[in-house]
């Protein structure tokens, strides 16, 4: 199920920003295409991630969407090698944990949910947290 809402560029181009400083981070690009720009792909050099992940680059999608008041959003990672994913989202899909919530998937298919949060509420900043937290937390700790 897709985000509700609509997108702003000019929110996109500030997570751009973000995702093209990230150390991880190859190439950052508009998906499906620079004319309909649902999300943002960044390729990630599988060389820097951490535990050690096969030769296909993982992806981190960023999609933001407002409906009315209220700002949805998904921050995902995905590794082709190991079928590792996780990602933090603001959507509807599960109230009983709050607003944001993250979610891990193993190559098991074991798919795990907790509770989320970010201080900050800048769309910018929580990218930067979140990557933040994926690269120096969460890829270490679950998918090693």
Avoid at 10 to 29: F, I
Avoid at 44 to 56: K, L, M, N, S
Avoid at 59 to 83: K, M, S
């Amino acid at each position: 199920m897709g985000l509700p809402g609509t997108t702003d560029s000019t929110v996109y181009d500030g997570l751009r920003d973000v995702l093209k400083r990230q150390p991880e981070v190859t190439a950052v690009t508009d998906e499906p295409d620079s004319i309909s720009k649902r999300f943002l792909r960044a390729e990630i050099d599988p060389a820097r991630v951490t535990p050690a992940t096969g030769p296909e680059s993982p992806a981190l999608d960023v999609e933001w969407r407002y409906d009315g008041g209220d700002q949805y959003y998904r921050i995902h990672y995905a590794d082709p090698n190991t079928g590792f994913n996780c990602g933090w989202h603001r959507d509807e899909d599960h109230s009983d944990l709050g607003p944001v919530h993250f979610q891990y998937e193993t190559p098991t298919g074991e798919i795990h949910h907790e509770s989320a949060h970010f201080r900050k509420t800048i769309p910018t900043e929580i990218c930067w947290t979140a990557t933040d937290r994926l690269f120096e937390d969460r890829l270490p700790s679950l998918a090693g």
